[in-house]
């Protein structure tokens, strides 16, 4: 598709798995795993595939989607946690390698009623916004993201109701 379209202009990234919630030492080296690939090879991979693009343009803009828990934790979502804050580490190394005019930021999306909410918090899910209600008022901040936000970790909590 970018040879037919070209580079894009902005790259975001969403890939998230949810462990199932427990401690540390009782989560299945396999969900552990699925986790790893999910979470943090699934962001290097779409990366490797459009950035060289965005590079060789010397424009766009590269958005990593972390967590609240990729700048701090809670009990039994570690592996969440691990997850989120390699992509905050991920993402400012990246920011330090891309040429003038381009950016990568680590955002905070902030609580948003999803499956993976309800899977881990079914009865306090319904208190956070939607999917469709967030986007609406938090896509016009992901519009805004540009080169002179390059390396920041930026958050849309402002956006929650």
């Known amino acids: ?6 580079a894009p202009d ?28 999910v979470n943090l090879k699934g962001v290097a991979n779409a990366i490797r595939a459009f950035v060289p693009a965005m590079v060789a343009r010397k424009r766009g803009v590269i958005v990593n ?9 809670d009990k039994n979502v570690a592996p969440y946690c691990a997850t989120k804050w390699a992509i905050e580490g991920l993402t400012k190394a990246l920011a330090l390698e891309l040429p003038a005019g381009m950016a990568a930021v680590p955002l905070n999306p902030g609580v948003i009623n999803t499956d993976m909410l309800r899977q881990c918090w079914p009865r306090g899910a319904s208190a956070y916004p939607s999917p469709q209600s967030w986007a609406e008022k938090a896509a016009p901040f992901i519009l805004g993201i540009g ?7 930026l958050s849309v909590r402002e956006f929650e109701d």
Do not use: C, Y
Request: no cysteine; charged share 15%; hydrophobic share 40%.
């Open 10 to 37: 902005i790259l975001i990234n969403n890939a998230a798995l949810m462990n199932n919630p427990a401690p540390l030492w009782q989560v299945p080296a396999r969900e552990f795993s699925d986790m790893m690939d």
């Open 1 to 6: 598709m970018q040879k037919t379209l070209g």
């Open 147 to 153: 080169p002179k936000h390059n390396g920041q970790s």
């Open 65 to 73: 989607l972390s967590s609240g828990w990729g700048r701090g934790v």
